[in-house]
């Protein structure tokens, strides 16, 4: 008996030991710990089929000579459908006020109702058509919705006064909750969500395009300053009408996304802010994992929206250009590779280099396409690679410690699929040494299509601004 007890001790004690043998062996093909001291908890967007999707932002306004749905269509959703992506988002189609118009166009965001489209961007039937095709071609489409206000002649200002907002008895424009000050959009009216009818108004006007249409869901504007107790109810309505809908907030409110069934996805403003002052040298790399480790105390689901522009930022705050210069390519690998969905806005893909009108006609222009080849290489390795898929359906980003502060290195990793990325964040050429804690192996370089040997102790070196995205070899 106790040489039986023996034998079984000796057997445990050669399982740990071999246990152990192979965690040490694996140490050079798998990742080191993350250096936050928190494990991340990055849950699954609920629409299973944007795991690895991305997302377009579509000006139709500027996007053509015309500005309208069809010729959108007809020259320019099959590129995109080349190009990689997945997820069209159209900013608002709808018919905008003419009262109290900025501009000679007046603002997309300015809507008069809720369920017809802009005349001088085509008919419902030409949204019909536009939506039949991308849906043949495997594409998603996603609504501007605008829940927060509408223009000055929307048809509830005349028969439904008590859905606005009133100070002494007249209609108000937005005011922001936390000053009390107008946002100075004076262009539309702010809704009035303690008004039960009004909600109920809005919730048929979105069921409207989800059962009626066939919309795959909406990027709801401001977000913020509409209360979450209006999301609770709304959004299990929609996904009971279509349930893999996708939901996008204009904001960064953790209770979007941690309560259940709520939104798939927010917008990563702070982390865009942060990627504009490192470009500018206003900030450093250390504040990368400092966001990473709050960010991932504040969100428990969902995933992040993350970019170099859009059209708030090209027409208000300026240009990738302007705001990023020779830095622009590296904080888009940053934005394509870290842990939430890419958007591209647009004309990226044509290095648009001009802030567009936000009232006015201003036409992109489509002569070339110089950073197409750019990101097609990047959309196809998100597609492909389930490494950087969106949350856990990809792996935890997890920074590499090197001996160069002006060099951001990491990975992610699943399963056997490793994407390693090195970043000079610097205007001068910087060399790192690989050290004993990184990922040795085999790479293929995703924009080059060489192969690259890494291994400990290898100097690296890399010039102003310059990266590398590196693919395992299986």
């Known amino acids: 008996m106790h040489s039986e007890i023996r034998l079984d001790i000796m ?15 694996s140490c050079k093909q798998n990742a080191p710990k993350p250096l936050p001291e928190t494990e991340p908890t990055i849950m699954p967007s609920p629409s299973d089929w944007a795991k690895n999707a991305n997302i377009y932002e579509v000006n139709i306004r500027q996007y053509t000579a015309t500005g309208t749905i069809n010729a959108f269509r007809e020259g320019h959703l099959q590129r995109l459908k080349d190009m990689g ?35 001088a961007f085509g008919t419902m039937q030409d949204m019909e058509a536009l939506l039949k095709e991308a849906h043949a071609l495997g594409m998603k489409v996603i609504l501007d919705w605008v829940p927060n206000h509408t223009g000055w002649d929307h048809v509830w200002i005349k028969e439904h006064p008590d859905y606005y907002t009133q100070i002494n008895g007249e209609i108000t424009d937005p005011v922001n909750s936390e000053t009390g000050e107008s946002w100075g959009w004076t262009d539309v009216a702010d809704l009035n969500y303690d008004n039960a009818d009004m909600r109920a108004a809005m919730i048929a006007d979105l069921l409207f395009w989800v059962e009626e249409k066939g919309i795959d869901g909406f990027r709801m504007d401001v977000a913020s300053e509409v209360p979450l107790s209006f999301w609770e109810t709304a959004i299990p309505k929609l996904r009971a009408a279509k ?20 939104f798939d996805m927010s917008y990563g403003w702070s982390f865009h802010h942060l990627m504009n002052a490192i470009a500018q040298g206003k900030d450093s790399i250390p504040s990368i994992a400092t966001w990473l480790e709050q960010d991932r105390e504040r969100f428990k689901q969902g995933h992040h929206m993350h970019f170099i522009t859009n059209h708030d930022e090209n027409s208000w705050n ?15 690998v940053l934005a394509f590779t870290f842990d939430g969905m890419p958007l591209l806005y647009s004309g990226q893909e044509a290095a648009l280099d001009k802030r567009l009108r936000f009232f006015e006609k201003d036409t992109i222009t489509w002569d070339e396409y110089p950073k197409a080849t750019f990101y097609e290489a990047l959309l196809d390795l998100k597609h492909r690679n389930p490494a950087i898929w969106n949350g856990t359906a990809g792996g935890q980003l997890q920074q590499i410690p090197v001996d160069n502060p002006s060099i951001y290195a990491y990975f992610r990793e699943q399963g056997e699929n490793r994407v390693l990325v090195l970043l000079n964040l610097s205007n001068a050429s910087q060399n790192m040494v690989f050290s004993h804690e990184a990922c040795e192996g085999l790479y293929s370089d995703v924009f080059t299509g060489q192969s690259v040997d890494v291994e400990n102790g290898q100097t690296i070196s890399l010039g102003a601004w310059a990266y590398q995205v590196l693919e395992l070899q299986l």
């Open 11 to 25: 057997r445990i004690h050669f399982l740990l030991l071999l246990l152990v043998a192979i965690s040490w062996a």
């Open 85 to 119: 992506v997945d997820i069209l988002w159209l900013m608002p189609i709808y018919p905008i006020s003419e009262t109290k118009r900025k501009g000679t166009l007046g603002s997309y965001y300015a809507v008069s109702d809720f369920r017809k489209v802009n005349p």
């Open 243 to 262: 349930s893999d809908i996708f939901m996008l907030a204009e904001a960064e409110v953790p209770e979007h996304r941690n309560t259940a069934e709520l």
């Open 318 to 332: 300026g240009t990738v250009q302007e705001r990023m210069g020779k830095a622009a390519d590296a904080m888009a």
